[in-house]
Structures are given as C-alpha cells and as structure tokens.
C-alpha cells in the first residue's frame, strides 16, 4: 500500500461512517412518525440495518488499513552520531517514533542498546562528512556490536550522512541571510578527508548555499586538505568573511583549526565566526517547531 494512498482511504471510511451514522439518524426520527404507513416503516428499518452494515465495514476496513500501515512501514530507526556531543541531534525532515528510534555514537555502539531484527533498521550516520568512519568503519562497528552479544543482525539500510542532507544549507542561509551586506561573503571550512578524493559534502553544500543566496561570495576550504582554508581567505573578494564551520559540533578544531580575526585582519578583511552547521540545523529546527 502505497504511503499517500493512506490518509485518502482513511478519510473514505469516516465519509462513510458518518454518512451511515446520519442517515440511521434521519430513518430513526422517521420511524417515531405514529402515521407512517407499515410499508414505508418496513423500508425505513431495511435502511437501518443497510446503515449499520455500512458502519461496520467502515470501522473495520479503518482497523485493516491500520494494520496494513503498520506492518508495511514498520521499521526501527539507529542514530549514529561520530561522538557523543552529537547524541541530540535528529536526522533533518525526518518523523520518527520515539519508540522506534535507537541512539548512539560510533565510540559506544558494543555498550548501547541495539534494534531488535523483526524489522529493518534505518541507519541515520551523523557525521559531516562521507569516508571511513561513516562508510566501513561504521559498518563493522554495528555488525560487531550484534555478534559480540550473539544477536541476529537485522537489514540494515544506510543513509546518506548528515551533512550530504539540504536542510543543512537552508538553516545556514536562513541564519547568514540578516548578517549580510555588499561587502560580505561565506567562508565554509571543512575538515577534509584521508581519502584520494575529497568528500563530496562540503561542495554540495556550498553549491546549495550559493542557490539560497544569490549574489553572496560563498568559498570553501578544509584545514587538512587542499585548499586549505588560509588561503581561500585571502584569495576571496569580499572584505567582510562569515566563517562557517562545516562541523558537527563545538570542539578542538574550532577552537585550533580555523582561520581567526587576526589572520583575516593581515589579509585586510574582517571576519565574522558563526556556529558550526549542525548547531544552525538544531536552531533552525527549534524556530520551526515555535
């Protein structure tokens, strides 16, 4: 059953319970009538039980297409954050029940709880960045947190990481768009990647970013890979830098890694440090739900 097929079926049962429910009503008030002749009565409590028949099916056709909804869509969800300051974050766009839905991070997954298997398990990865820990390492963690308690490994589908996710760029713009002026421009700094190629997030964001703010210089650069983020710095036009960190969290890259006011003060700019990504989504979250 398709999933937006769901609300259209269940409206047709309470359309048809309360069509049933008034029209025993009104047969009802019909048949207090003393002169109402035996053959109209007869067809009046035929009505009646035609009414209540309707009402029926539509009640259980409602719990049927209930069941049907949860079996089909039932499945467990496993928060994976990279370290234990991410644990409150939530995967962006996404409703899950709270029952359904199993938190950890990479460094704790043999102690935490764990989906059972009667159903398949989302994995939501959030970490920044595409690579080894959310790819490989990730995977072996969780196969050997359930072989480690000699627990059956449920289907695991894995999601994108966090910061591959759009909301991303429309919190940041959201928060960037009041701080600009003509001289601004966005410096997103990332923190790059082991790997041959560079993570894919950090471009894709700043791709989105460029869409949500026309007109706005938006540069990026990674403080362990080429090009480093100094020397995007000084490469950018724009006198006045917003300093964006494409980070999960608060921590020791944004209090060692990232250009500072002085380093952009001997480039002749001024330089404006916002809070990580992710903290931008938390915020931009909580202002939806307001």
């Known amino acids: 059953m398709r999933r937006h097929l769901i609300p259209i079926l269940?409206?047709?049962?309470?359309?048809?319970?309360?069509?049933?429910?008034?029209?025993?009503?009104?047969?009802?008030?019909?048949?207090?009538?003393?002169?109402?002749?035996?053959?109209?009565?007869?067809?009046?409590?035929?009505?009646?039980?035609?009414?209540?028949?309707?009402?029926?099916?539509?009640?259980?056709?409602?719990?049927?297409?209930?069941?049907?909804?949860?079996?089909?869509?039932?499945?467990?969800?496993?928060?994976?954050?990279?370290?234990?300051?991410?644990?409150?974050?939530?995967?962006?766009?996404?409703?899950?029940?709270?029952?359904?839905?199993?938190?950890?991070?990479l460094g704790n997954l043999s102690e935490s709880e764990l989906p059972p298997a009667g159903a398949p398990v989302l994995v939501y990865p959030m970490f920044m960045l595409s690579g080894h820990s959310s790819g490989t390492k990730l995977e072996q963690a969780i196969n050997e947190a359930y072989a480690s308690r000699h627990l059956p490994c449920p289907t695991l589908y894995y999601q994108p990481v966090l910061g591959a996710s759009p909301w991303l760029a429309k919190a940041a713009a959201a928060h960037i768009r009041p701080l600009l002026n003509e001289n601004s421009g966005v410096l997103v700094v990332a923190h790059g990647s082991t790997l041959t190629e560079a993570p894919p997030e950090p471009a894709l964001f700043c791709r989105r970013l460029r869409e949500l703010l026309p007109g706005t210089e938006v540069a990026c650069g990674y403080f362990s890979q080429a090009p480093e983020a100094t020397d995007v710095l000084r490469s950018m036009r724009s006198s006045h830098i917003l300093l964006l960190p494409f980070l999960l969290t608060e921590g020791i890259h944004t209090t060692r890694d990232l250009p500072t006011a002085e380093t952009a003060a001997a480039c002749g700019k001024t330089l404006t440090r916002l809070p990580v990504v992710a903290a931008l989504l938390a915020e931009h979250s909580s202002s939806d739900h307001s």
């Open 10 to 105: 269940l409206s047709l049962c309470a359309v048809m319970f309360l069509t049933a429910l008034v029209g025993s009503v009104y047969c009802g008030q019909a048949l207090a009538n003393p002169a109402l002749p035996a053959e109209k009565a007869t067809h009046l409590r035929h009505l009646i039980y035609f009414h209540f028949g309707v009402a029926q099916l539509s009640v259980i056709g409602t719990g049927l297409i209930l069941f049907l909804r949860h079996r089909r869509w039932r499945r467990y969800y496993l928060v994976v954050s990279y370290n234990e300051r991410g644990l409150k974050l939530n995967p962006p766009g996404i409703r899950m029940p709270s029952a359904r839905v199993y938190r950890c991070h």
